[in-house]
C-alpha cells in the first residue's frame, strides 16, 4: 500500500515526522509520502525513520497556491530542496501564513480568551503554522470541541474573523516545482466543503503548465466527483494518485483509507530529481 500525502508536526499535522513513518510502516504501508505544508522541515526525521522502520519514504510538500478565486494545493514529490526560486516563494508563503494566523487570532482574542501565545504553544518551532493550530488553542480553551467544530464555524471563510492570505498562482508554482526537478499533482482538487473549487477548464490549464496529475481518491472528493476526475485525468494524460492526507488525530481521515498503485510511483519517481528512499 501506497498513500502519498500525509502530514506531521512540521506543519499542522499531530505525530512527530519520525512517529508518523513509524506508525505508517505498523500499518502496513510499502510506501509513505511527508508532505507538510509549504516545507521540508520533517524531511530529514522522516528519513532516518523510513531507514529504521524499513517503509519507503517520497519526501514532498503541499503547497499552497491560487487559481482565480480558488485556493488550491499542489502536492509536489522529490523535488530539490535548495532550489532558489522555489525556496524564496515559499519562504513568502510561510511568512503570509504567520501575518494571517496572528491577524486572526487577534480577531478571535476580541470575543474569546484565546491568545497568541497560547496558539504558539500548540506549534512546534519552526512548523508551518495554519488555522488547525488557532483550533487547538481553541480546543484548549473550552470554546469547540474539535478542529471540525473550530473550521465549519470560527475559522470558516465566512467567519468575520478569517483573514485570507498570499499565495501565488497555481501556474507560477507548477513553473518553480517543476524548475526544482519536482512532480506537480494537484491535491484535492473538488473538495467543494472547502470552499470555490477549480473548473475542469482550469485542470486543463494546469496540465499544460506542466501538472503530472491529479489526487482523485481522497475523502474530500465525493464519489462523483471522483469519476469526473478520473475521466479528466484520462483525457489530459494525466496519472492518478490516492491518498489520506492524514493529520494524526486533528482530523479523522486515517493512514491508507486511499492509496495510489505501484506503477504510478514509479512514474513519479520517474519524473522526480530526488529518488525515493528506500
Known amino acids: 500500500m501506497i498513500d502519498l500525502h500525509t502530514h506531521s508536526t512540521a ?11 513509524r506508525k505508517a510502516a505498523e500499518q502496513g504501508l510499502s510506501a509513505v ?31 499552497s497556491c491560487d487559481v482565480g478565486e480558488a485556493h488550491v494545493h499542489m502536492l509536489a514529490y522529490l523535488y530539490d530542496p535548495q532550489a532558489t526560486t522555489l525556496l524564496a ?18 480577531n478571535i482574542a476580541a470575543d474569546y480568551p484565546v491568545t497568541w501565545q497560547d496558539v504558539q504553544a500548540h506549534t512546534e518551532p519552526g512548523a508551518t503554522v495554519g488555522r488547525p493550530h488557532i483550533a487547538d488553542a481553541l ?15 470560527m475559522l470558516s471563510p465566512s467567519a468575520p474573523y478569517y483573514v485570507p492570505y498570499y499565495a501565488p498562482s497555481a501556474q507560477d508554482m507548477i513553473a518553480a516545482v ?26 486543463a490549464a494546469l496540465a499544460e503548465a506542466g501538472m503530472l496529475g491529479i489526487e482523485v ?35 479523522p481521515n486515517r493512514l491508507a483509507e486511499f492509496t495510489t498503485t505501484p506503477e ?15
Open 11 to 21: 506543519s499542522d499535522g499531530t505525530d512527530a515526522p519520525g512517529e508518523l513513518i
Open 33 to 63: 509520502a511527508i508532505t507538510d505544508h509549504d516545507t521540508t522541515a520533517g524531511w530529514d526525521e522522516a528519513a532516518q525513520a523510513a531507514q529504521q522502520s524499513g517503509i519507503a519514504l517520497v519526501r514532498g510538500a503541499e503547497l
Open 89 to 106: 516563494m515559499l519562504a513568502s508563503i510561510r511568512q503570509a501564513r504567520l501575518t494571517r494566523l496572528m491577524v486572526m487570532t487577534q
Open 139 to 153: 480546543i484548549s480553551a473550552g470554546v469547540v470541541r474539535d478542529r471540525g467544530q473550530a473550521f465549519s464555524t
Open 178 to 203: 517543476v524548475g526544482a526537478g519536482g512532480v506537480p499533482v494537484i491535491a484535492h482538487a473538488f473538495a467543494r466543503k472547502r470552499g470555490k473549487i477549480v473548473s475542469a477548464e482550469d485542470i
Open 217 to 251: 481518491n481522497h475523502r474530500d472528493n465525493a464519489p462523483e466527483d471522483r469519476a469526473l476526475l478520473q475521466g479528466l485525468a484520462d483525457d489530459l494524460g494525466l496519472f492518478v494518485t490516492g491518498s489520506s492526507d492524514y493529520h494524526g488525530h486533528g482530523k
Open 264 to 278: 504510478v510511483l514509479e512514474q513519479i519517481e520517474a519524473a522526480g530529481r530526488l529518488p525515493v528512499l528506500r
